[in-house]
């Protein structure tokens, strides 16, 4: 009995009081369907006593019943209260696409834990970058209004952070954390200072509980200033396994969109790949700036307009820019031009930033700067099949966007920043234009030896034609002899000749080609015969190109002065049987001798005049070649140089010449051994030396050296 009654008190029973206990009591128990009634007295129960106990346990259990079924009922609006509540979080994670929702989602998730009785002054939900060492916080105010940005803390933070990764990652369901005295006023701090976050100190209290759930990703929690009951944290928990399936798809779903945004990036490279391989003059530089403005488009970034820079000579600090825009009713403008780096301080800068090779940097313009920026750039371009004509108005504001590569730039123009996704795009359009320009120039070099190839064999075609002439009759082979080579150098052309000039006889001795290219009987005009050759001759002696520009009416009128003169028979057959030109540029290219005349519907590019003067050239010195001797005393020993006029000797056969039987003449028309046989009289049977200078298309030097004594 002692040892009962000590089990009793020690388990909270109470004796009323003024009572001690009793060394005999008796107890009763009367059953019902969920346990006992148990009446203690001290003398046995009488029978009435016993029957009105039983009726009592029956009519308890009945009430009993009731209180389960109510508490039951409570429990399931509960659990549909919660349910409700989780569908409502899920719903909205189910819905987000970027990671910026995470902020509506964390006051979602407040509102319902308010609803839920839990209180909290905030919510958070925490996303774990153990690789980054940190982590992405979205929290709403104190009071449970949403902030759009996310805050960092770092995974080392001692007074909550580092507690909550390695919970976490000891996979740990939740934890609490409870932070007062020292350790709260560190993280206030920290909060404050280092992560940026906003901090009502008015609603500080002297604990702060941090209640957090975990999912795979990282964690969603509450804040409150008092500790939670248990069910609190079977919530967060339940919350917290809803969340991660519907982030988990959230992941899934992002990973599939960055996937087809990627493949959507790489089909707009492809195209721009694509132009831009296709490259084959600086003048494709439209094509591929115009296809690069397309993408961007197509890729939503909404440039108002894009280009590429191309520095040409970085000493002068000079660059070509080829741009693409739109009109207000979108339709394409294509805009290039040339500029030195110093006609605008941001050109100068730009520039500055190119030559150091960085990666990208950025002008903010706006007022007055960008309007000085603007009208230097519109006072030089010069329109490329511009479809709408006119330029737009000057904006307010423009932001411009540079990526540099080896040879240039690559720019984007917006009226805002590009965002960082934007930026990482426009790089890899940088990396592809410079892949393809790299291609490009590598192609140019290789058509440049080609094209140098194909002239230099014309040029040798021209000397040894020329150099077999005999007789003045031979002349009438010239013009036919340069109409092909023309033709094949790709000069476009209708019309070709050559002026011999006669300075003793005042005389131009003109053969001239049909458009088809057969010869035209030669014409010996004075110079003071008509202003177009007065013109020429004026401008063959100061070596000079002269061009001038005649129209159809110019044309005859010159044919017919010809006719008049009984230097041809009719203007059919000056021109061939066709049509007289309705524009004729005539273009003359000085030789030693004379002119070399090409005639075309529009004036020649710079690259063309080039060729002209090349073919000009070499027709002079096979026309009239010369041989010059001289001899010098140099040091004791006397020098002999023996140079020509002609081609030069190329590199592979000037190391060999001196080798016995080497030749370049066909087999059977040559020894080989002239030069070696030479070589060994100067050098072993005079003590001298016999060497051979050559410069390309200048001529060739033979230098013999021998002792004076």
């Not at 945004?261 to 700036?289: P, T």
Request: hydrophobic share 40%.
């Amino acid at each position: 009995m002692a040892d009962f009654i000590k089990h009793l008190l020690e388990h909270g029973f109470v004796y009323p009081k003024g009572e001690t206990p009793s060394e005999h009591i008796i107890t009763s128990f009367f059953p019902f369907s969920h346990g006992l009634l148990n009446p203690v007295t001290y003398e046995p129960l009488a029978k009435k006593d016993f029957e009105l106990l039983q009726r009592f346990a029956r009519v308890f259990e009945q009430t009993y019943r009731r209180f389960l079924d109510l508490k039951q009922a409570e429990a399931q609006a509960r659990e549909a209260q919660i349910e409700a509540a989780l569908e409502r979080v899920r719903s909205r994670t189910m819905a987000m696409h970027e990671s910026n929702e995470l902020a509506e989602t964390a006051a979602v998730l407040f509102q319902q834990f308010n609803e839920l009785g839990i209180a909290p002054e905030r919510s958070f939900i925490g996303i774990i970058n153990e690789e980054a060492g940190e982590f992405e916080i979205w929290v709403t105010e104190q009071g449970g209004n949403q902030i759009s940005n996310s805050f960092i803390a770092a995974i080392d933070e001692p007074t909550t952070v580092a507690k909550v990764f390695l919970a976490w990652k000891e996979g740990e369901s939740s934890i609490i954390i409870d932070l007062h005295g020292e350790e709260l006023s560190a993280w206030v701090q920290y909060v404050r200072e280092q992560m940026g976050m906003p901090f009502q100190e008015i609603r500080l209290r002297e604990h702060r509980f941090h209640c957090a759930a975990f999912f795979s990703q990282g964690m969603l929690g509450v804040t409150t200033p008092d500790k939670r009951p248990p069910e609190t944290m079977s919530i967060l928990e339940r919350f917290a396994g809803v969340f991660d399936l519907t982030y988990r798809r959230f992941l899934d779903l992002k990973k599939a969109e960055e996937q087809a945004r990627e493949a959507q990036i790489e089909a707009a490279l492809e195209r721009v790949r694509a132009k831009a391989m296709a490259m084959h003059h600086s003048d494709d530089l439209h094509s591929a700036a115009a296809a690069i403005f397309s993408a961007l488009k197509d890729l939503g970034l909404r440039p108002v307009r894009s280009g590429i820079v191309i520095v040409t000579n970085e000493q002068t600090e000079e660059f070509e820019i080829w741009t693409t825009t739109s009109s207000s009713q979108g339709e394409a403008i294509q805009l290039a031009g040339r500029f030195l780096a110093a006609e605008n301080p941001f050109m100068k800068r730009s520039f500055e930033h190119w030559q150091r090779q960085e990666a990208f940097w950025q002008f903010d313009l706006s007022g007055d700067e960008l309007d000085k920026f603007l009208q230097t750039l519109l006072a030089r371009y010069l329109p490329h099949r511009s479809e709408s004509g006119g330029s737009p108005a000057l904006p307010k504001r423009q932001v411009f966007h540079y990526f540099s590569f080896l040879e240039g730039v690559l720019f984007a123009v917006a009226d805002e920043s590009f965002s960082t996704e934007d930026l990482r795009i426009l790089q890899k359009f940088t990396r592809v234009l410079t892949f393809a320009y790299t291609r490009f120039l590598d192609l140019q070099q290789a058509e440049a030896r080609a094209r140098e190839a194909e002239q230099q064999a014309s040029l040798d075609r021209v000397r040894a034609e020329i150099a077999s002439m005999r007789t003045a009759g031979d002349l009438q082979r010239i013009t036919p002899l340069i109409w092909r080579e023309l033709t094949t150098l790709g000069v476009p052309f209708f019309r070709c000749g050559v002026f011999i000039i006669a300075e003793a006889t005042e005389y131009a001795h003109v053969y001239l080609s049909t458009p088809s290219g057969e010869a035209v009987a030669a014409l010996h005009l004075k110079f003071d015969s008509a202003p177009v050759v007065k013109a020429a001759v004026q401008h063959w002696r100061q070596q000079q190109v002269y061009r001038e520009e005649w129209n159809r009416e110019q044309f005859i009128a010159w044919t017919r002065s010809l006719i008049e003169q009984g230097m041809i028979e009719s203007l059919e057959k000056y021109q061939g049987g066709g049509e007289a030109p309705e524009k004729l540029v005539l273009q003359f290219v000085p030789f030693t001798q004379g002119m070399l005349y090409i005639g075309t519907s529009s004036a020649l590019s710079h690259d063309e005049i080039e060729i002209g003067q090349a073919l000009a050239k070499a027709f002079g010195i096979a026309y009239a070649p010369t041989v010059t001797v001289s001899t010098r005393y140099v040091n004791g020993r006397v020098e002999i140089r023996v140079r020509d006029n002609g081609g030069g000797i190329p590199d592979e056969v000037r190391e060999k010449i001196f080798e016995p039987f080497f030749t370049t003449k066909p087999a059977g028309s040559g020894t080989g051994l002239g030069l070696s046989l030479s070589y060994d009289i100067v050098t072993q049977g005079h003590g001298g030396t016999l060497t051979v200078e050559s410069t390309k298309g200048e001529g060739a030097t033979l230098i013999i050296t021998l002792p004076a004594h």
